[in-house]
């Protein structure tokens, strides 16, 4: 198939190309900051730049590719740091799930692309009641915090808009497995407490499995919402003491929900307390995917075995046996 991408340079568009290609797909894919053309053409796509946000460049370009199928992996979080305000920092990715979406959706439909599968994300979007694990049919959270409302109705936009049109939305989990994890930093820097009794739950899923599905969503024929996350959908008290040590960081703080809304503000300590977890069963069973990493327990590690400082990873058995702490 030809398959146009959209957001090829980034996180999961630079996982996802090249299980396109091994699959033996021809695929074109966008790029938007100078400089970003080779990285796309080293991954085996057409480059092709384009800002998503002009409707009129968008609607040339799908015209010009002849794509049978297209996926839409375009967002701007490549600078975002710890955050208060959610939704200013999501504004630029906001209305490339909106205005983006519409763009490339009516460039699709004039094209005559047949499959549209575009992301979206699972994790602090259900409603908070009821139990810790959601399906893809329980409801989305009614009242989201003020400061993370215009980012809940933008994705809440990108998925009735796809939906409506025949697509595939993938409620993707927190990603992991790439040097530029926005978790990275703030974990090292111990700005992410386990704030009160750290219930609430995140769902991850590695980049490899987050490409390795949509993949599976390209080439079939489901249509709806999908929950692409790993097996183990887990507390803050659970999984940042663990990230905390793959990355060979101190252990988290704890702070009182007080002092957290104080510092980070209701969305983190919603996230951090309330949040529900998403469940994978419904891909498994309709894309038939299995994730690589079922759990990020083993996915950390495997991912940052070689980010935690050099004193802290396990040394080869010949190097161990010079080791100067063993002599
Ligand atoms: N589910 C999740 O947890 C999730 C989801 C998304 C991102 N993130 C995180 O956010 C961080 C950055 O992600 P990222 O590397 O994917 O970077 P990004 O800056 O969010 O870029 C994603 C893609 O969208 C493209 N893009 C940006 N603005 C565009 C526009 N106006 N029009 C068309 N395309 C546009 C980028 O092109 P250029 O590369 O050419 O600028 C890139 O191909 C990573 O830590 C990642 O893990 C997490």
Do not use: C
């Amino acid at each position: 198939m030809r398959v146009f991408v959209a957001g090829a340079s980034g996180a999961i568009g630079t996982r996802l190309v090249p299980q396109l290609v091994d699959r033996g797909h021809e695929v074109i894919g966008t790029f938007r900051s100078p400089g970003h053309a080779e990285r796309v053409r080293a991954l085996g796509a057409q480059p092709i730049a384009l800002d998503l946000l002009d409707a009129g460049a968008v609607r040339r370009a799908v015209l010009e590719t002849e794509a049978e199928a297209m996926v839409h992996q375009a967002t701007a979080l490549g600078d975002v740091r710890f955050f208060r305000n959610f939704d200013r920092t999501f504004a630029p990715t906001n209305r490339l799930r909106t205005e983006g979406t519409d763009a490339l959706l009516a460039a699709a439909r004039e094209a005559g692309v047949r499959r549209f599968v575009a992301q979206s994300f699972a994790s602090y979007r259900h409603a908070r009641e009821g139990g810790p694990v959601k399906t893809e049919d329980d409801p989305l959270d009614p009242t989201p915090v003020t400061t993370t409302r215009e980012s809940n109705a933008a994705m809440r936009h990108l998925e009735a808009a796809v939906t409506d049109a025949g697509g595939v939305a993938l409620r993707y989990g927190l990603f992991y497995g790439a040097a530029n994890d926005g978790l990275i930093e703030p974990v090292r820097k111990r700005q992410l407490p386990i704030i009160g009794r750290g219930g609430g739950i995140s769902s991850f899923i590695h980049l490899d499995d987050a490409a390795a599905a949509t993949v599976l969503a390209v080439e079939g024929d489901a249509a709806g919402i999908y929950n692409v996350v790993d097996d183990e959908p887990a507390p803050a008290r659970e999984w940042l003491p663990v990230l905390a040590d793959a990355l060979g960081a101190k252990p988290p703080r704890r702070f009182p929900r007080w002092l957290a809304r104080l510092v980070a503000g209701d969305a983190a300590v919603v996230m951090g307390t309330e949040a529900r977890g998403a469940s994978n069963a419904k891909a498994k069973r309709e894309l038939g995917w299995e994730p690589r990493y079922p759990s990020w327990r083993e996915g950390f590690v495997a991912a940052y075995a070689s980010a935690a400082p050099a004193e802290r990873r396990t040394p080869e058995p010949a190097a161990r046996a010079q080791s100067p702490s063993r002599l």
